[in-house]
């Protein structure tokens, strides 16, 4: 009897919800907020962020959608406030470029340095010695015979 009435009490619950709508508004709000930097946090879009500047600037980007200003407005008015540091992924341009071109040149010094250090490692130590001339063999065939006498 219970199986029956959990079973019952399962099957009756989506009678019960209501249908869940969303907000344009709010949409647009988070879109533009996952580009854009957390000034406070550590590398956190505004979209995810329980900051309270986060929550700021999530009112901040409602107020002038609200306004009727565009993506590209209210996307520029952060940049001028904060700078490029606040977009989540830097122009190319300017001190983006440094964020950009940073791993590479990293990898190319890392690379270079390394190819240098293994041929110098893979580089015998010594010269080879070279062959003894005629006189050096009959010196060094003396040598031994007065040795073990």
């Not at 709508?21 to 988070?30: H, I, M």
């Not at 580009?35 to 946090?41: A, G, H, Q, Y």
Request: with cysteine.
């Amino acid at each position: 009897m219970r199986f029956l009435t959990i079973l019952f009490l399962l099957v009756a619950m989506p009678v019960f919800a209501t249908q869940v709508t969303e907000d344009p508004l709010e949409r647009q709000v988070l879109d533009i907020a996952k580009d854009l930097r957390c000034t406070v946090c550590q590398n956190q879009p505004v979209s995810e962020s329980n900051a309270d500047l986060a929550h700021d600037m999530r009112a901040i980007i409602r107020e002038q959608l609200q306004a009727g200003k565009s993506r590209d407005e209210i996307v520029k008015y952060f940049v001028d406030r904060y700078g490029d540091y606040v977009l989540m992924k830097p122009p190319k341009r300017g001190s983006g470029a440094i964020v950009w071109a940073g791993p590479l040149a990293l990898i190319i010094v890392v690379g270079a340095s390394g190819f240098v250090f293994l041929r110098r490692r893979l580089r015998p130590s010594m010269p080879p010695t070279p062959p003894l001339s005629k006189e050096d063999v009959e010196r060094v065939r003396s040598a031994r015979k007065q040795s073990k006498s």
